[in-house]
């Protein structure tokens, strides 16, 4: 009885229609009006009243790198018609997770992994069988897939293998067979679009889960967040900045296929760079197509092309202060991690990991308004609650889960 409770559980059916068209997805973007997010804001927002309930810290300042995007094209003197479209649909999905999240996490992972888990199994069968269906990009070739674009696929695939991953040690204390072959599936798909970043990012998340899950006895430092966040720094700095890459050319030429300024990105993030000294504290906002203030790739053709660096699209967009927007989200999400003084957890450990290979994936391409991405900030905030210390037996773990506090 209780089975079928959970089974049949309404708020399962409401979070999935809500949540399905806030996500962009080829197959049905044109069927759903522009105004229908304005709607689901307003609803969601009722959701809130009706709950009692308050958005957590992270959704606060993730709603302020909203407003100042906005605020920045508006001070710009750039059309507000898309940065409003694309914030009120952002706003709406932060939000919806931020609240769901509160009333029963279990089931949002669960929601996810099968509805997800369904467009990912089509998004797969095109690319196997009929990878132009959706269109090919006239400037890089990349196919759009049922999903997004062939660039854009990891930003999806990594934070669902996530999903997949804690949904599985929460209610069994273990990887099952099932939820790897999804995990599998999942990365397979990215492998299949072959983006050199996402291909490696892709398998620092998968190699993670992997190894977290063969671990008799995974070790987790409360510190492993913030690390995590350190080397990354370092990596960024390095690339895009100095551009280490140039002393590997057999890495990047004979086994990524890529050439060492990465398909033109050097170029575009030298310009990039250039234009955020222009507006180095609000940014820029955003103009057409959602791109955080897009830049001259080829005067002669008049070609437009994003910065294809998740922070450096960050810091055009809202500058300083939206950088520091996300700063302070990680920065929550890490001081709750340093609550812990155990030495052992499967979750906490393979969602640091896979929050690593995120911020692998945003060296090299970004757009922010892909929603689904902002699943992992509030998986990380849910997994780092006070209360969830251990993986403990099955029963007690999904029980655990369902207590966090805000």
């Not at 994003?306 to 967009?317: D, G, K, N, V």
């Amino acid at each position: 009885m209780n089975l079928l409770k959970r089974r049949l559980n309404p708020y399962a059916f409401l979070f999935g229609a809500l949540f399905l068209p806030l996500i962009q997805v080829n197959l049905y973007t044109g069927l759903v009006p522009k105004w229908f997010c304005a709607v689901e804001l307003a609803f969601i927002l009722l959701l809130y009243i009706w709950q009692q309930r308050m958005p957590s810290s992270i959704t606060w300042f993730l709603l302020l790198f909203v407003a100042i995007m906005v605020y920045s094209t508006y001070h710009t003197g750039k059309p507000l018609a898309y940065a409003i479209y694309y914030s009120v649909q952002l706003a709406a999905f932060l939000l919806l997770m931020d609240l769901f999240f509160q009333i029963d996490p279990m089931m949002v992972l669960n929601t996810i992994q099968y509805l997800m888990g369904l467009l990912i199994l089509l998004n797969l069968f095109f690319q196997l069988v009929k990878p132009d269906y959706f269109g090919v990009s006239p400037t890089s070739g990349n196919y759009y897939n049922l999903l997004v674009s062939d660039n854009e696929l990891p930003y999806y695939m990594v934070p669902y293998m996530l999903v997949v991953a804690v949904n599985s040690f929460a209610r069994h204390g273990r990887l099952t067979l099932w939820n790897f072959a999804i995990i599998t599936l999942a990365y397979g798909s990215v492998v299949v679009s072959w983006t050199a970043t996402g291909v490696v990012g892709g398998a620092v998340a998968y190699l993670s889960i992997v190894t977290v899950a063969v671990l008799k006895y995974p070790r987790f430092h409360k510190r492993l967040f913030f690390w995590l966040v350190l080397l990354y720094i370092v990596v960024f700095v390095s690339i895009v900045v100095f551009r280490v890459q140039e002393w590997f050319p057999y890495l990047v030429e004979k086994i990524l296929k890529k050439d060492l300024t990465f398909s033109g990105r050097t170029g575009i993030w030298d310009e990039a760079f250039r234009i955020i000294r222009q507006h180095l504290w609000l940014g820029q906002g955003t103009i057409a197509g959602g791109r955080l203030t897009v830049i001259p790739f080829d005067i002669t053709s008049g070609t437009l092309v994003s910065a294809h660096s998740y922070f450096l699209e960050i810091t055009m967009q809202a500058g300083l202060l939206g950088v520091s927007c996300f700063v302070a989200v990680w920065f929550l999400i890490g001081k709750r991690f340093t609550a812990y003084h155990t030495t052992s957890n499967r979750i906490l450990l393979v969602a640091s990991l896979c929050f690593f290979a995120m911020l692998v994936l945003y060296t090299t391409e970004g757009w922010l308004y892909h929603t689904f991405q902002y699943t992992i900030y509030y998986l990380l905030f849910a997994c780092a609650a006070p209360v969830y210390c251990v993986v403990p037996i099955p029963n007690q773990a999904a029980t655990n889960f369902n207590q966090i506090r805000r």
